[in-house]
Nanobody, 115 residues
């Protein structure tokens, strides 16, 4: 079992920055993907940024050039640096790990961007 805990969300004005952190704890198998998703009210959960199993990264078009995903493998942590935030970035952000074919999710952290 894997437990994911996110932190770093909050309220910020448009143009501001936030850094999300996710720490993974538990028994680890082979990690395939690790990254961030978000879900705004009334919308489906969508990919924000992810490390693929080959180490490459993928970003949603809406966040390219503004968000950066990084990780600290030895600490089992993944981060999301969010700059130039926009009101449309407002959502609950979830950490996700795909391991041995199973999906694990954190509890989510709220990010609210005011205009």
């Amino acid at each position: 079992q894997v437990q994911l805990v996110e932190s770093g969300g909050g309220l910020v004005q448009a143009g501001g920055s936030l850094r999300l952190s996710c720490v993974a704890a538990g028994t680890f198998g082979r990690v395939n993907d690790m990254g961030w998703y978000r879900q705004a009210p009334g919308n489906q959960r969508e990919l924000v940024a992810v490390f693929n199993s080959d180490g490459s990264t993928k970003y949603a078009d809406s966040v390219k050039g503004r968000f950066t995903i990084s990780r600290h493998n030895s600490k089992n942590m993944v981060y999301l640096q969010m700059n130039s935030l926009k009101p449309e970035d407002t959502a609950v952000y979830y950490c996700n790990v795909v391991m041995s074919g199973l999906n694990f999710w954190g509890q989510g952290t709220q990010v609210t961007v005011s205009s």
